[in-house]
């Protein structure tokens, strides 16, 4: 019976600063679904003798073995030839393949080149997989009880050859398991203190994975439980989320997966409710992410960026005499922000955000990374302070969850 898995990303380009293997993520979810889990991944560039290497050490380990790339009609193609080697078999030339892509290429209005014959060559034994969507057909060997799968790399070409033609195969081969999954997300602690109090919880249930990946903004807590049927799976999987949402309580913002601005415009949608925001040093950022949420014209009313000392003066009348005690990166400031966002959107509720991104403006008093945030609405004005670490680039993101994650505990707790 089949249970684990390798993926081998094939191609130099995978090798380099400029190109992500995505093929590997989306195959180990998909796997995963099935009841067949990923144990490693590798990327091997254009060289054949550690790619033998790779497929040959990975049949010894995995009960199956999936390659992406490396199946074009080039010199730096070596994946037909590599695979072979390492499974001690021979390529076999198919003219039926040939013929098929010399109809396709005078489907395209030409004639197709001599070196795609190339493509013709199939590991002897191996079952063909059709690829209508590209010129590289796919292969599955058996050997043994164990698959080989070589898929190519284009994503439109692998991933329905690998959910039409190989998942109903493996699947037959795995027999009943099914895996249910949830993701939750906490904000405001670090992963380690998640993991504090989640483990107590998740070690007690037998045949459930458990991750934990901590982001720039938030911790993700994902689980996997597997059963015998869907109901046992998804009953599983209901109550050990319904107990990690007790223990981590207001901290856990979802527990579908949804990002922290699809939260925020839910709960003002369902209250009927608005909301502006002022921003410093995040420049427009908390209304860039609020505004990428489908339907938020319905509660966004207003993103005011006042960067300046003078914008913060004549958008949201900011006091002078505030900016002068107390600087731009102040309580004091934050909520007069907030209240001027209020007053100017006439909307339901506010916040503003104003610290120091850097990387230079710190103080001994201040340092990179002071942001103060201000909440202004039904409830009064109240400020919070954090400092908050990182480059410039994290403090900015860092700074709009605590926004939108302010927000967001002030309309529960109302």
């Known amino acids: 019976m089949l249970r684990s898995a390798e993926i081998i990303a094939i191609g130099s380009e995978l090798l380099g600063p400029s190109r992500v293997d995505t093929n590997s993520l989306w195959l180990t979810g998909k796997l995963s679904d099935i009841g067949i889990e990923v144990q490693l991944k590798t990327v091997v560039g254009d060289d054949g003798a550690r790619l033998e290497e790779a497929i040959s050490d990975a049949l010894k380990r995995a009960d199956v073995v999936i390659t992406t790339g490396g199946l074009g009609p080039?010199?730096?193609?070596?994946?037909?030839?590599?695979?072979?080697?390492?499974?001690?078999?021979?390529?076999?030339?198919?003219?039926?393949?040939?013929?098929?892509?010399?109809?396709?290429?005078?489907?395209?209005?030409?004639?197709?080149p001599e070196i795609n014959k190339r493509q013709a060559f199939v590991i002897d034994g191996a079952e063909i997989l059709e690829n209508p969507r590209g010129s590289a057909v796919g292969m599955l060997t058996s050997i043994g009880e164990k698959r080989v799968v070589n898929l190519p790399g284009p994503p439109?070409?692998?991933?329905?050859?690998?959910?039409?033609?190989?998942?109903?195969?493996?699947?037959?081969?795995?027999?009943?398991?099914?895996?249910?999954?949830?993701?939750?997300?906490?904000?405001?602690?670090?992963?380690?203190?998640?993991?504090?109090?989640?483990?107590?919880?998740?070690?007690?249930?037998?045949?459930?994975?458990?991750?934990?990946?901590?982001n720039r903004t938030e911790v993700e807590l994902q689980i996997a439980a597997r059963r015998d049927t869907q109901e046992e799976a998804a009953a599983v999987a209901d109550e050990l989320t319904r107990r990690l949402a007790d223990a981590f309580g207001i901290a856990m913002f979802t527990t579908t997966g949804e990002t922290m601005e699809a939260v925020v415009g839910r709960l003002l949608t369902e209250r009927g409710e608005t909301v502006a925001f002022a921003e410093s040093c995040t420049g427009g950022l908390v209304s860039r992410r609020i505004t990428e949420v489908p339907g938020s014209s319905v509660y966004f009313l207003e993103g005011l960026v006042a960067y300046s000392y003078q914008a913060k003066v004549r958008i949201l009348g900011v006091r002078q005499e505030t900016l002068d005690e107390f600087g731009a990166v102040s309580a004091e400031c934050a909520r007069e922000m907030a209240e001027g966002a209020l007053r100017v959107s006439g909307a339901t509720h506010a916040v503003s955000i104003t610290g120091i991104a850097g990387p230079d403006g710190g103080t001994d008093e201040k340092p990179v990374g002071t942001v103060f945030f201000a909440y202004a609405g039904p409830s009064g004005?109240?400020?919070?302070?954090?400092?908050?670490p990182g480059d410039r680039y994290l403090i900015r993101w860092r700074s709009s969850q605590a926004a939108l994650d302010l927000l967001r505990r002030t309309l529960l707790r109302q």
């Open 156 to 214: 439109r070409e692998n991933q329905p050859m690998f959910t039409e033609l190989v998942a109903p195969r493996l699947k037959e081969l795995v027999g009943d398991v099914f895996v249910e999954r949830r993701e939750m997300k906490i904000v405001g602690m670090g992963e380690s203190a998640v993991d504090e109090i989640a483990a107590p919880i998740y070690t007690s249930y037998e045949n459930v994975q458990t991750s934990i990946l901590f």
């Open 74 to 112: 080039t010199e730096d193609d070596i994946t037909r030839g590599c695979t072979a080697k390492a499974l001690g078999r021979e390529l076999v030339y198919h003219e039926a393949i040939e013929a098929t892509l010399r109809d396709r290429f005078r489907a395209w209005g030409r004639e197709m």
């Open 381 to 388: 004005t109240r400020s919070i302070k954090l400092i908050l």
